[in-house]
């Protein structure tokens, strides 16, 4: 038996074999980088073990910057253990500090390091777009790239914002909305003439010169020159008075209703800014807010509130200055910038946000006059914004809390994921999978499901939601494995089998049994003290599963587990009560007999919300699905033809069915259809037949 010397010993051997054989990170790896740098601008990228990037900065001196990082005195717990955690580093150089500075903040975007401020921002602003591509121009709500010809005029903070805008300047200025195909393929004109929310122009009911006078008016309009359309409309108002027509008057008068009613839905005009988004930020028990708005052509256009992810220790110029950056990412820049705060390195920010326009931007911190109240407005909203979300997430906390409670979790639930089917007697039948967690509805988890199992019966309830859970949970154990209880229930039952015995009886949890409490939720602490992660993200497993329906939808859900070997998510089953009346539903539970929860109970108020936001959901879906069904035309179904073609086929025969009764030669004498696409569409239809 050999001395307790001589195992002490080998034991120490062994730990400093795995000592110098562990991965390397901290100050001494970025020690490496440093000789090898330039001293011009860039950007670096830190990463960990697992080759996550954790940190992307810039730098008017890569070196200089990056020597800094080589040492851990003198730091922020955050830089510290940001430093702590590097394993490797990653760098490009740039021909100015300004790219430089563009480039960290699309890279922040794009890999959402956890040690940088970074928000979500998964939806493009609406425009309002005049579109100039056909004889008569079209007004209409344009997101995303700009590949259609015409006028744009935006953004407008929200998509509301634009319909009603657009729907009171067709009041004032009768510009045609309808699709090119409805316009082209129109012998008479529809109800918008009749109420005279459009001029006519596809029945030539307005000559196309005096259409085009009216679109150079909302051009016009749009642009800014609101005294001056007005004035126009007012004197011609006025000289058809006084010839005593009164009717040609009473549609200017209309028009100028229509104006005012822009103008008064549009708040605050400032008279001395004509371009400018004004940026105000607020921080309060641990969260921020930053309230945008947008003042185009003298007029104010919205306004959004962000609440990035952000350290705790970050000031709120830091803050804003980092989240600037990376809002124009993908944005287009206006002439002007307002703040609240004196950011750091405003003057780069100004000089990247000229680059990337094209010309000179300002970016100022208003002292006094308009632009100050403007900021000061912006800055009151943003106080109000975070004290709503303060409220609604200590409120959430205590419903999810008392939902843990009810339906006998371990833990109070982190993300809620609840499933509803939408159809018609089977009909483009959609399922619809909403998620909720602490801070109120996650809307970017939301999915939908298109029913695509061919041996449905129509009207099949259960085998939808069994198509619905079974491609949702196949996908999610593809992407991040097994919970964390389902994996060693497998791997405790894999070992059983091979030794020839029954499986043990275990108790299985999911992944997030261990998350926080609702007093901790709002941030997770490591060793050092230093927040590094909002409360916002729901993770991927969910903790509850609500099912709407009752027994029978909850055996088909839990079938589908039970196949994809998950048996420690928890589920329930929600049925309407007695003639569907709110409040008296009953809930099912596995292994439970039904219960109810009394009527005035906050916890089923809250259920109840989830359960109408998935039906709203679910049934948004169909209706778009079943909307896009009946709008589509046969002619979408041929090989080769495409909008233009098909435009051309609508108007020379006026519908789809002429077009599948027109002869060879018919076909040919459309413009743009040449020998061959006859010929294509000839046999396409008498194919069908």
């Not at 952000?310 to 124009?328: R, T």
């Not at 609702?518 to 230093?530: L, M």
């Not at 409040?583 to 292994?591: H, V």
């Amino acid at each position: 038996m050999p001395d307790i010397e001589d195992t002490i010993e080998v034991a120490s051997d062994l730990a400093a074999e795995d000592a110098a054989s562990a991965p390397e990170t901290g100050p001494h790896v970025i020690h490496r980088y440093v000789k090898n740098l330039g001293t011009g601008p860039g950007v670096y990228r830190m990463m960990d073990l697992a080759g996550e990037v954790i940190y992307v900065g810039k730098a008017r001196n890569l070196k200089a910057r990056v020597q800094n990082y080589t040492r851990m005195g003198g730091h922020t717990n955050r830089i510290a253990a940001m430093i702590r955690s590097t394993a490797t580093m990653e760098f490009v150089n740039t021909r100015t500090e300004a790219e430089a500075l563009l480039l960290e903040a699309n890279l922040i975007k794009r890999f959402k390091p956890r040690y940088n401020v970074s928000f979500r921002d998964d939806k493009s602003f609406p425009y309002i777009v005049i579109r100039r591509d056909q004889e008569a121009a079209q007004i209409a709500k344009h997101r995303g790239a700009r590949t259609v010809k015409g006028d744009y005029f935006g953004p407008f903070a929200s998509a509301g914002a634009v319909n009603r805008t657009i729907n009171t300047l067709q009041r004032a200025f009768l510009l045609r909305t309808c699709a090119d195909s409805v316009y082209d393929s129109r012998t008479r004109p529809c109800l918008l003439f009749q109420i005279k929310r459009c001029a006519g122009p596809c029945t030539r009911e307005i000559p196309l010169s005096e259409y085009a006078k009216l679109v150079e008016e909302a051009t016009a309009f749009l642009s800014g020159k609101t005294d001056a359309v007005q004035r126009k409309l007012n004197t011609l108002m006025e000289e058809a008075a006084e010839a005593l027509e009164f009717e040609r008057a009473a549609k200017y008068r209309n028009r100028l209703w229509a104006l005012a009613h822009v103008q008064a839905h549009q708040g605050i005009n400032p008279k001395g800014v004509e371009e400018a988004d004004v940026f105000a930020i607020a921080q309060e028990g641990g969260q921020t807010c930053i309230q945008v708005f947008f003042f185009r052509s003298g007029q104010n256009w919205g306004n959004r509130a962000y609440f990035p992810r952000a350290d705790k220790s970050l000031s709120p110029a830091e803050v804003l200055g980092s989240f600037i950056s990376q809002f124009y990412d993908d944005k287009l820049v206006p002439r002007c910038v307002f703040l609240s705060e004196e950011v750091p390195e405003q003057a780069l920010i100004s000089e990247a946000l000229s680059t990337k326009l094209g010309r000179k931007v300002e970016v100022v911190t208003p002292r006094r006059g308009e632009k100050r109240e403007l900021v000061d407005y912006a800055h009151q909203n943003a106080r109000e914004a975070l004290g709503r979300k303060l409220a609604e997430t200590t409120s959430n906390a205590r419903l999810l809390a008392g939902v843990a409670q009810v339906f006998g979790l371990e833990r109070v639930p982190r993300r809620i994921e609840v499933y509803d089917n939408s159809h018609i007697m089977g009909t483009n039948a959609v399922g619809g999978m909403i998620v909720a967690g602490p801070e109120g509805f996650a809307k970017n988890h939301y999915r939908k499901f298109n029913i695509r199992a061919a041996d449905l019966t129509p009207g099949d309830d259960f085998g939808m939601m069994r198509e619905v859970l079974t491609r949702r949970f196949k996908r999610l154990i593809k992407e991040h494995g097994l919970p964390a209880g389902d994996a060693a229930a497998s791997d405790i039952e894999a070992e059983t089998e091979a030794a020839g015995k029954a499986p043990a009886t275990a108790t299985i949890a999911s992944e997030t049994s261990s998350l926080p409490s609702p007093a901790e939720e709002e941030y997770t602490e490591e060793e050092n003290g230093e927040a590094v992660a909002q409360g916002g993200d729901v993770g991927a497993w969910p903790d509850l599963l609500l099912i709407d329906g009752g027994a029978g939808q909850l055996s088909a859900a839990q079938e589908v587990l039970a196949e994809l070997g998950l048996h420690g998510l928890a589920i329930a089953g929600i049925a309407k009560g007695p003639d569907r009346n709110a409040g008296r539903e009953r809930f099912f539970m596995p292994g439970k007999p039904p219960f109810s929860l009394p009527l005035n109970d906050p916890v089923l108020y809250f259920v109840q919300r989830l359960r109408d936001e998935a039906h709203r959901f679910a049934i948004g879906s169909h209706r778009a699905k079943r909307k896009k069904t009946m709008t589509e035309n046969e002619l979408d179904g041929i090989p080769g033809i495409g909008p233009t073609r098909k435009r051309a086929l609508l108007k020379h025969f006026g519908s789809a069915k002429a077009v599948s009764r027109a002869g060879l030669s018919d076909l040919q004498a459309v413009d743009g259809i040449s020998a061959a696409m006859a010929q294509q569409i000839y046999d396409w239809y008498n194919d069908r037949k």
